[in-house]
C-alpha cells in the first residue's frame, strides 16, 4: 500500500481517531497501585476487537501458569480484575511477527480542583484532546485500533500476524500487564508504545523507588527529633545518588542527557503524621542506573548498615529500606538497529521528520526487553511528566496534530514490517 495515499487516507479520517481517542478517555481506569480499576476499559476493548473481526483474548495476569512465582513478579498488587486485551490480525503467513503494545491504565485522576476541565471528559479543544490518559497511554490504544480499522477497510493483508495488546497495571512500577503479555504471545519485534515527544528509546535505566523509614528510640510529643534525622539521611542517599549519576555519565547511551543529572529524585519526605506518629519519619526517591538488581542491593544493605549506625546516637532507630516499585532491569538494543532503521524510515516517509533516538527511564521495556523480545524499542507521542498537562499532570492533553503525525509513523511502520 502506498504511504502517501495511506496518510493523506489518515488526514481525511481523523475525526474518527480524535473520536475513539476522546472515547477511552471517558471509561475509568485508573491505577491505584494495591488495585485497579481497568476492568471496563478492557470490557470495551474486547468489544471492540471482536467488532473488527480480530481474534481476541482478554485475560489478567494470574491466569498465566505459575506467574506468582516468576523472577519479576511484584508483591503487593491485586490482579484478579485487571485483564490484559489481546487482539491478533492474521497475516498470510500464521506467524506472530509484529507486536504494539500500549497500556490501559492511568494514574489517578486526583483533586478534580486541580483541573480546569472535567478529567474524564474526552474534549477536544484549541487543537488538543483533554483529559486523564490523553497523553499517557489511551493515545496509542487509539492510533493501533485506528490504524487496523483503516487497513483492514482498505483491504490490506499483512504477510504475518499484528498482535496488539492493550495491558494492565503499568502505573506505579506495575508491569505485570506487560510482562504476562509478552510471555503469552511472543512474537519477533515488538513496539511499546508508550513514550514521549515521538521520541524513539533503544534502551531504558534501570533503577526503582525506595522508602528509607525510621523511628525515635522513645515515644516524642514532637516531630523536631524526628526531622533532625532527615538532612542526616540524605546526606548518605546523596552519595548513593551520585554514584548512579556518574555511571549514566560514563553510559554512552545517557552522557550529555538529562537524564544523570536525574539520576536520583527524591519524592516524599516526612517527619511525623501531624498529631499522629510523631516519632516515625520516611524518606522516598527514585533512582536510575545501568546497574543490576544484584549490585543495586548489595550497595544498599551496606548503606543500610551505614545509617543504622549513623542514626542510633541521635535516638533513631532506622527500619532499613523498602521498595515501592519493582526494580527495572537496565535493558538496550542497537539504536541503528533494523527495527529501528525501519521507524526512521516510516517517519521520514509519512512526516518528513526523523525522531530523536534515545535512551528512556524507568518503562516497560524492562520486561518487555528481558522476557518479550531483545530488540524492543519504546516509540510513543505522550507528553512528558515536567510539562503542564504533561503525564501525571492535571488537565493532561496531547496534541492533534502530534497524535496524527505518530498516528501516520505507526501505519507506516506497519505496511513497511509486514
Request: contains cysteine.
Given at each position: 500500500m502506498q504511504i502517501d495515499r495511506l496518510c493523506d487516507l489518515i488526514d481525511d479520517r481523523k475525526g474518527e481517531l480524535f473520536e475513539l481517542l476522546c472515547q477511552l478517555i471517558r471509561v475509568n481506569s485508573e491505577n491505584f497501585s494495591g488495585h485497579g480499576n481497568e476492568e471496563n476499559m478492557a470490557k470495551y476493548l474486547y468489544s471492540m476487537c471482536r467488532e473488527m473481526g480480530l481474534e481476541t483474548d482478554m485475560f489478567s495476569p494470574l491466569e498465566l501458569e505459575n506467574f506468582e512465582q516468576h523472577p519479576d513478579y511484584l508483591q503487593g498488587r491485586s490482579l484478579e480484575n485487571r485483564y490484559n486485551v489481546v487482539a491478533r490480525w492474521r497475516g498470510t503467513e500464521d506467524l506472530d511477527k509484529l507486536m504494539l503494545m500500549a497500556h490501559e491504565d492511568t494514574v489517578e485522576i486526583g483533586d478534580e480542583k486541580n483541573w480546569n476541565f472535567p478529567p474524564l471528559g474526552g474534549i477536544i479543544k484549541d487543537g488538543k484532546i483533554l483529559g486523564r490518559g490523553a497523553c499517557d497511554d489511551k493515545y496509542a490504544i487509539a492510533?493501533?485500533?485506528?490504524?487496523?480499522?483503516?487497513?483492514?477497510?482498505?483491504?490490506?493483508?499483512?504477510?504475518a500476524n499484528l498482535v496488539f495488546a492493550a495491558y494492565?497495571?503499568?502505573?506505579?512500577?506495575?508491569?505485570?500487564?506487560?510482562?504476562?503479555?509478552?510471555?503469552?504471545?511472543?512474537?519477533?519485534?515488538?513496539?511499546?508504545?508508550?513514550?514521549?515527544?515521538?521520541?524513539?528509546?533503544?534502551?531504558?535505566?534501570?533503577?526503582?523507588?525506595?522508602?528509607?523509614?525510621?523511628?525515635?528510640?522513645?515515644p516524642v510529643d514532637s516531630a523536631a527529633l524526628t526531622a533532625k534525622a532527615i538532612p542526616v539521611i540524605m546526606e548518605v542517599i546523596d552519595e548513593f545518588g551520585a554514584r548512579r549519576r556518574k555511571e549514566l555519565e560514563e553510559n554512552p547511551y545517557y552522557a550529555g542527557t538529562i537524564i544523570p543529572e536525574t539520576a536520583l529524585r527524591y519524592m516524599d519526605i516526612h517527619a511525623g503524621n501531624l498529631s499522629l506518629d510523631l516519632g516515625v519519619g520516611?524518606?522516598?526517591?527514585?533512582?536510575?542506573?545501568?546497574?543490576?538488581?544484584?549490585?543495586?542491593?548489595?550497595?544498599?544493605?551496606?548503606?543500610?548498615?551505614?545509617?543504622?549506625?549513623?542514626?542510633?546516637?541521635?535516638?533513631i532507630i532506622g527500619d532499613g529500606f523498602t521498595p515501592t516499585t519493582r526494580f527495572f532491569h537496565y535493558v538496550e538494543c542497537a539504536p541503528d538497529s533494523e527495527d529501528i532503521?525501519?521507524?526512521?524510515?516510516?517517519?521520514?516517509?509519512?512526516?518528513?521528520?526523523?525522531?530523536?533516538?534515545?535512551?528512556?527511564?524507568?518503562?516497560d521495556l524492562s520486561v518487555i526487553s528481558k522476557y518479550g523480545s531483545s530488540g524492543a524499542f519504546g516509540f510513543g507521542a505522550g507528553r512528558d511528566f515536567s510539562q503542564t498537562g504533561g503525564a501525571h499532570q492535571a488537565n493532561e492533553f496531547i496534541e492533534c496534530d502530534s497524535l496524527v503525525e505518530y498516528t501516520k509513523t505507526i501505519a507506516a511502520y506497519i505496511v513497511k514490517m509486514l
Open positions: 492510533t493501533a485500533l485506528f490504524v487496523i480499522k483503516l487497513l483492514k477497510e482498505q483491504g490490506f493483508v499483512p504477510k494492565s497495571d503499568e502505573e506505579h512500577g506495575g508491569s505485570h500487564g506487560a510482562l504476562s503479555a509478552v510471555i503469552k504471545y511472543p512474537c519477533e519485534h515488538i513496539v511499546s508504545m508508550d513514550g514521549r515527544e515521538g521520541q524513539i528509546w533503544h534502551c531504558g535505566a534501570g533503577g526503582l523507588e525506595l522508602r528509607y523509614t525510621y523511628h525515635t528510640e522513645n520516611t524518606v522516598t526517591f527514585e533512582i536510575y542506573t545501568d546497574k543490576t538488581k544484584e549490585e543495586i542491593f548489595g550497595e544498599l544493605s551496606v548503606i543500610e548498615e551505614t545509617l543504622t549506625k549513623t542514626l542510633l546516637p541521635l535516638g532503521c525501519l521507524m526512521l524510515e516510516a517517519a521520514k516517509d509519512a512526516t518528513g521528520k526523523l525522531p530523536l533516538v534515545c535512551g528512556a527511564c524507568h518503562s
